[in-house]
């Protein structure tokens, strides 16, 4: 009788985390995200420059990350934005939905995600009358710990390659989980 129990306890104990792995949202891929970062958005070949603050957390029943910020840049001006990522999985693939407090037009990221989580590569398109329109190509590079660099690829092409270079590099480095 204590074999079958113990048996019995062990096979859900088994199932249970199985059936728990396989039902983990995808979205908890980039729980990495969660936390307050300090920010630094540079212009490569320019002069802009915008710093502050970013908070990222659960959002809508922990199905979407949110991470809300402010940006100061090098002349004083302040802007607010918020950002939206989530699984969709009527499409498939994850997504970012962005909203500046300066800027008219709503973003939507399509994003691929490594196997380590680590690194996305995504494409941002504008949402206009006529549709999407296309935008730039974009990468995040996690290091694990306590930085990612978000890189927006519209500089100029490169010479040798002609794959374009990144116009802006945004550091972001973590304060607090």
């Known amino acids: 009788m204590q074999i079958r129990l113990i048996a019995g306890i062990l096979i859900l104990t088994v199932w249970s985390g199985v059936f728990a ?3 983990e949202l995808p979205i908890k891929r980039l729980e990495w995200l969660i936390g307050d970062w ?4 540079e212009q490569v070949n320019g002069d802009y420059v915008e710093t502050g603050p970013r908070n990222c957390d659960w959002g809508l029943n922990d199905r979407y990350i949110v991470c809300r910020g402010t940006g100061t840049n090098h002349l004083g001006k302040s802007r607010d934005y918020i950002w939206y990522f989530n699984y969709n999985h009527m499409e498939e693939r994850f997504e ?8 008219p037009r709503k973003n939507l990221f399509i994003i691929e995600v490594s196997e380590d ?21 974009q990468t ?3 290091n694990g710990s306590d930085q990612y660099i978000w890189s927006i690829l519209n500089g100029d092409p490169d ?15 973590r304060i607090s989980r």
């Open 21 to 23: 792995q396989e039902n």
């Open 38 to 41: 300090q920010t630094r958005d």
């Open 96 to 103: 970012m939905n962005s909203l500046y407090g300066d800027w």
């Open 117 to 137: 989580n680590h690194h996305l590569t995504a494409m941002s398109y504008f949402f206009t009358e006529d549709g999407l329109e296309p935008g730039n190509a």
């Open 140 to 142: 995040v590079i996690y």
């Open 159 to 173: 010479p040798e390659t002609g794959e374009p270079t990144a116009g802006f590099i945004d550091t972001a480095s």
